[in-house]
Nanobody, 122 residues
Framework: QVQLVESGGGLVQAGGSLRLSCQAS????????MGWFRQAPGEERRFVIA????????YHTDSVKGRFTISRDNAKNTVYLQMNNLKPEDTAVYYC???????????????WGQGTQVTVSS
């Protein structure tokens, strides 16, 4: 079992930055790839970015390439999402999730956090 808790969301103006954190419990954190998903108003939850178990491989959607960076610190059981040059369309509830897969869009994510709200004003 893995419990995930996101933090760091908030209100930011377009062009600003936020850093989200996802703190995981459990001693098996290191075997999981970790991903970030988001659910915008009126939309379904969608994959954003992920990182493999060791931190050496990342996956991301084209919409966030060059703006979002995922990283992890296995010693701290934490994964981060650095979001730069935020746009209003980035407004969503952001969720971290864990998978025993590689961390691609097509993997089954087994554990989910409660989400943290990111609101980007224009």
């Amino acid at each position: 079992q893995v419990q995930l808790v996101e933090s760091g969301g908030g209100l930011v103006q377009a062009g600003g930055s936020l850093r989200l954190s996802c703190q995981a419990s459990g001693r098996t954190f290191r075997i999981y790839a970790m991903g970030w998903f988001r659910q915008a108003p009126g939309e379904e939850r969608r994959f954003v970015i992920a990182i493999n178990y060791s931190g050496g491989i990342t996956y991301h959607t084209d919409s966030v390439k060059g703006r979002f960076t995922i990283s992890r610190d296995n010693a701290k059981n934490t994964v981060y999402l650095q979001m730069n040059n935020l746009k209003p369309e980035d407004t969503a509830v952001y969720y971290c999730a864990a998978t025993t897969g590689r961390g691609t869009l097509y993997d089954e994510y087994n554990y989910w956090g409660q989400g943290t709200q990111v609101t980007v004003s224009s």
